[in-house]
């Protein structure tokens, strides 16, 4: 199993310009999340999706939007890029274990830079 | 709403000693606790958690146990190593939330030979 995947690793974008990160899990994970992780702010939730077919709204939404194209793969996509928007992002899945408590497995992150 | 407030770091420690990162929460219901390990260049990984009050987790030798009355989540480690050297996330989950998690800004442990 690879776990959860993403692409790109790294990437520089100019103000203005448009792009989707690629999150995808091979865990049969029913749900996802898409994180940014600034310095001295931890992480924070963009959005999330509980299932297939569903997205809802984070901590930190504006600016971005998600699809959850199918069970395996959750994207996000920076409309305009600014410089605000330069972050390490992660994407996590998770199913629910027997115990009831969701935990969650990360993805390697994508350093993304806006100039 | 839901806050996790972590010791300021970094936090640099020599070989063999013992490691408190303290944890505190702010939370409107009954949450799970974890703490997650972030390696250099790499993603988050759950070192353990804790789901009700005086439940301990434990894993890799290190320890945290769920206080409600403290509303704390203090890791613990008897003697540290320099693998041990990475950042360290104490979060929270409520229930009915999807497990979305709320986290703490993270705490860069140093371990020096």
């Known amino acids: 199993n690879a776990g959860v995947t993403q692409t790109p690793k790294f990437q520089v974008l100019k103000t203005g310009q448009s792009m989707t990160l690629q999150c995808a899990q091979d865990m049969n994970h029913n749900s996802m999340y898409w994180y940014r992780q600034d310095p001295g702010m931890g992480l924070r939730l963009i959005y999330y999706?509980?299932?297939?077919?569903?997205?809802d709204k984070g901590e930190v939404p504006n600016g971005y939007n998600v699809s959850r194209l199918n069970k395996r793969e959750f994207s996000l996509r920076l409309e305009s890029a600014a410089p605000s928007q330069t972050s390490v992002y992660f994407c996590a899945s998770s199913v629910v274990p027997t115990s009831g408590v969701y935990e969650q497995y990360f993805g390697p992150g994508t350093r993304l830079t806006v100039t | 709403g839901n806050s996790v407030t972590q010791m300021e770091g970094p936090v640099t420690l020599s070989e063999e000693a013992f490691l408190t990162i303290n944890c505190t929460y702010t939370?409107?219901?009954?949450?799970?606790l974890f703490w997650y390990v972030q390696y250099p260049g790499e993603g988050l990984q759950l070192l353990l958690k804790a789901t009700k009050a005086d439940d301990k987790g434990s894993n890799k030798g290190f320890e945290a146990t769920y206080r409600k009355e403290t509303t704390s989540f203090h890791l613990e480690k008897g003697s540290v190593q320099v693998s041990d050297s990475a950042v360290y996330f104490c979060?929270?989950?409520?229930?009915?939330?999807?497990?979305?998690?709320?986290f703490g800004q993270g705490t860069i442990l140093t371990v020096h030979p």
């Open positions: 939370a409107t219901g009954y949450p799970s």
């Open positions: 979060a929270l989950s409520e229930g009915g939330s999807y497990g979305k998690l709320t």
């Open positions: 999706s509980a299932s297939e077919g569903t997205t």
